[in-house]
């Protein structure tokens, strides 16, 4: 069975602890309480690594990632114990896989994953900049691997070993080369507000081309299901916040032929509100991705919260001038495999992911 990512809950934490406690010396190991604080501030950083269970209705944690922000730039113990929430570095406080799955490249995988998770957020308008950790010096060449860079000899001491930081600088869109777009329309057709031409002819449109990926599940549409949204959403795992249903199964992209996974079952809630203009009139689609109404007519929508960091794939647009809902402007989001979309949309800066409940696949 694959291992797979997700957040964990705050009912999973004795889970995490008892890996940490099998796997760090008794004066290195995080506590069940420090894990508690950790997911409670910043459980947008706090990721495991599951085995999905053999009748499908469960899962096995198997390892995580977490973290909590600071506003400096290298790790101090003050960094360490606080969390800054807006901060632009991520304190990596403990990556660990159980002894099982060790060697197997499942430690390298859930970093990189954690690293590329981080990146898709920045993109999307998150304050992150880079991400920081310590480890012993037998480690070293594992975070290399995984794109860190050494930076020297850490002031911290946590045990009876010397630690060594490491950083890893976030890659982050640039706004200089091309001037904002004006609106949608322009956006689509590649123009700038001045009416000049900023992208090559036919780079939107690639949206909708097809891709060459292979080996992934075949995502049934919206439309397949006899009761639509009442048979792909579940109040089991209901949105703590607002008592909102959730999403039953992963979603995928659309597409026939990529089906890449986009956001794994329980983590975006269901919410019917005022549609968004996200293409343009007339606009032929594919038949992988439904119509949405004009605005004011609502429309069924996936939101997914508090960054996009949830995400399992995602890509963004650049802002364009139209403005979205609560004012900012918008970016639309589209399969990071294969360029399909708008699967839906954000706000520049925003907490909030708006995906289209009838413009993402189901893994049903």
């Known amino acids: 069975m694959s291992i797979f990512y997700d957040l964990i809950s705050a009912e999973e934490l004795e889970d995490a602890a008892k890996i940490e406690a099998r796997s760090y010396p008794e004066d290195e190991a995080g ?48 960094s360490m114990e606080q969390h800054v929430p807006g901060s632009s570095s991520i304190c990596i406080h403990s990556v660990c896989i159980d002894a099982a799955h060790r060697r197997k490249q499942a430690g390298l995988n859930l970093v990189r994953g954690y690293v590329a998770r981080a990146e898709r957020a920045a993109q999307a308008g998150a304050n992150y900049e880079r991400l920081l950790l310590i480890a012993h010096d037998h480690l070293l060449g594992f975070y290399q691997k995984a794109g860190f860079e050494l930076v020297g000899l850490s002031p911290v001491v946590h045990g009876a070993r010397p630690w060594y930081e490491l950083r890893k600088v976030l890659a982050r869109p640039s706004h200089a080369a091309t001037p904002p777009y004006a609106s949608v329309e322009q956006a689509q057709q590649g123009q700038s507000a001045s009416g000049s031409q900023q992208l090559p002819p036919g780079l939107w449109e690639a949206l909708q081309q097809q891709s060459s990926t292979r080996g992934r599940p075949v995502a049934r549409l919206l439309t397949s299901f006899p009761n639509a949204v009442q048979d792909v959403v579940s ?130």
């Open 31 to 78: 506590s069940l309480e420090t894990f508690r604080y950790r997911q409670s501030q910043a459980p947008e950083l706090f990721l495991g690594a599951y085995l999905p269970a053999a009748d499908g209705r469960g899962r096995t944690l198997v390892g995580y990632v977490c973290s909590t922000l600071s506003p400096d730039e290298t790790l101090t113990h003050d």
């Open 235 to 364: 109040d089991v795992g209901q949105d703590a916040a607002g008592g909102l249903p959730t999403n039953k199964y992963d979603l995928l992209c659309p597409r026939l032929g990529c089906g890449s996974v986009i956001l794994k079952s329980g983590v975006a809630s269901w919410v019917e509100r005022e549609s968004v203009q996200l293409d343009l009139p007339g606009q032929t689609l594919p038949d992988c991705l439904g119509a949405l109404p004009a605005p004011p007519a609502t429309a069924q929508w996936w939101l997914v919260k508090p960054n996009a960091m949830a995400f399992e794939n995602i890509g963004f647009s650049r802002a364009v001038q139209t403005t979205g809902p609560n004012g900012g402007r918008l970016k639309l989001l589209a399969c990071a495999e294969c360029d399909l979309g708008p699967l839906g949309w954000c706000e520049e800066g925003g907490s909030e992911f708006w995906l289209a409940c009838n413009r993402v696949g189901y893994r049903a």
